[in-house]
């Protein structure tokens, strides 16, 4: 029986989840909620996951959201290939080290950059500071670095000579502020070789299968009924400015 995934490609956890299921063979049935229509607020999708939150996966009569957990018990449920999450104690470490650094450390610092780049000044129509967008770009600047610096180093991949979940979950992250427009691999050798890597290890079709709709995002957002997003104003607000 398959999985059943509840994604929407905008979000960067989904893409992750959506290319370790692929990649490693996993029979699943997509299942698209739309955050941007509020999909994930009706009562059948609350069922599968009462946080309202994408990606959510059910497995029968087991249900469960937040994406690294579900690689994991992807991981574990299909015995999908060591490197993906290590069996060595260290390598393992690694992997959970970043996993653990990076929704402060880069998932909040990339978000905001697709948030006022795209999302306010399209949907929502606020201009954005100037000095807002300048801070926002040299967070997002030094999280990259540590990216470099600290996780990747001399390493072919963040845990070592093969990808694992970590890997993905750093380049979709890495992606969303590319999609607004901001060219992170500039000046950044090291992170594009890195990129280059992932890319090739999942397989270039996939990888832009996975990102085709976050990479037209700045098109498709014009096409948004904003009267829906009316009701999330205040506190993207109070969030992004």
């Not at 990606?55 to 994406?67: N, V, W, Y």
């Not at 579900?70 to 490197?83: C, G, L, V």
């Not at 079709?205 to 098109?219: P, V, Y």
Request: charged letters at 30%; a neutral charge; one cysteine or more.
């Amino acid at each position: 029986m398959a999985l059943e995934l509840f994604l929407d490609m905008f979000s960067q956890p989904c893409r992750s989840v959506y290319m370790f299921a692929k990649k490693n063979n996993i029979l699943v049935e997509v299942r698209t909620v739309s955050l941007m229509n509020g999909e994930q607020f009706t009562e059948e999708f609350g069922k599968v996951n009462p946080i309202r939150k994408v990606p959510a996966l059910k497995d029968g009569d087991f249900s469960m959201g937040e994406s690294i957990a579900m690689m994991q018990y992807m991981a574990e449920k299909f015995k999908t290939p060591d490197h993906w999450y290590p069996a060595d104690l260290q390598k393992r470490a690694r992997v959970n080290e970043y996993l653990c650094w990076q929704p402060t450390g880069i998932r909040m610092h990339g978000s905001k950059i697709f948030w006022l780049k795209v999302m306010l000044p399209t949907v929502f129509k606020i201009d954005v500071p100037k000095e807002k967008m300048e801070g926002a770009l040299e967070d997002l600047d030094s999280s990259l670095k540590v990216i470099e610096d600290a996780f990747i180093q001399d390493r072919a991949f963040i845990a070592g000579e093969q990808i694992s979940m970590a890997d993905l979950v750093a380049v979709v992250e890495i992606m969303q502020p590319f999609a607004a427009g901001v060219d992170v691999f500039k000046d950044r050798p090291k992170l594009l070789a890195w990129k280059e890597r992932v890319v090739q290890a999942v397989g270039k079709e996939l990888f832009d299968e996975a990102h085709e709709k976050i990479l037209n995002a700045r098109e498709a957002v014009k096409l948004v009924d904003s009267s829906k997003m009316e009701a999330f104003r205040p506190r993207v607000i109070r969030l992004m400015l």
